[in-house]
């Protein structure tokens, strides 16, 4: 759904989307078709490219939540140890940002309504946000 195959053409634009500390980063790419892509680049990742914005930072939300993970290895469905390790609102965040995910694909998995769904994943980005505030004041907890 939101996830697309990673790369883009040679005959792309790019620009940055949004820039994180330590290196990390969202980049619209725009393709000769016209089309936008969102591709998240972290230092050890081997990066993804989402079809719109709003994936691509929630992924990089949930990088920011486990303190960084590599999808390498993992194959079509798996999922990174370190995000099942987070716990269930991480994984949930993790879900939705996959092309097969969503917040009702979520609920339905786990049994729960939507907006049980919506509150994991508001969860997962507020701790990245303080996880990121913290690197930037120097004291991350």
Partial sequence: MSRSPNGTTDDSTERIHREYVLDVRIVEVTTAAGDAAYRFEAPH?????FTDAETAELYADVYFDVNGFDEQ???????????????RDTLAAYFVTQHYGDVE????????KPER???????????????????????AD
């Fill in 45 to 49: 990742h081997d990066g993804c490219t």
């Fill in 73 to 87: 290895g993992v194959g079509e469905r798996g999922v990174p140890p370190e995000i099942i390790q987070a716990g």
């Fill in 105 to 112: 694909w979520v609920a339905s998995y786990y049994g729960h």
């Fill in 117 to 139: 769904a919506k509150r994991y994943v508001e969860r997962v980005r507020k701790r990245a946000q303080k996880i990121r505030d913290g690197v930037r004041n120097g004291a």
